[in-house]
């Protein structure tokens, strides 16, 4: 199995309130606040989403977000170069972090398998 196609992309950035303004502007609706730094915008009309994410530590990055149906039946045709293996997130997703052949990353995320990996995210062992 392989991916699903683009749900989504992650755009980070220094200044949460004005890229959330900007992304405002075009039509996207917040539908997930975290409250610190970063939420989920979607657009009505539809189409991947735009995750912002305020960081401060390093260059800024922005990558899509491929939707994956199992993590544990993903396999494409090439071996991917993984940067992280699927692993809880605390946004309610198993997260994987892939290279393309230039080193840039696509993240894929997956549904979490189980009652255990809830768990592990609730109590903070992984995050993504």
Do not use: C
């Not at 959330?20 to 979607?42: M, P, Y």
């Not at 657009?43 to 899509?64: A, D, M, N, S, W």
């Not at 039946?73 to 946004?91: G, L, N, S, V, Y």
């Amino acid at each position: 199995m392989t991916t699903e196609g683009i749900e989504g992309f992650l755009v980070e950035t220094r200044n949460y309130g004005a890229t959330a303004a900007f992304w405002k502007s075009l039509g996207f609706e917040n539908v997930l606040e975290t409250g610190h730094g970063s939420g989920r915008w979607s657009h009505p009309g539809g189409g991947p989403y735009v995750f912002i994410v305020e960081q401060h530590e390093r260059e800024l990055v922005t990558h899509p977000v491929l939707k994956v149906a199992d993590a544990e039946a993903f396999t494409p045709d090439r071996a991917p170069d993984f940067a992280q293996r699927f692993t809880p997130a605390h946004w309610g997703v198993r997260q994987a972090l892939v290279r393309d052949p230039d080193g840039r990353i696509v993240a894929l995320e997956a549904p979490l398998l189980d009652d255990k990996d809830r768990n592990d995210v609730v109590e903070g062992h992984h995050h993504g």
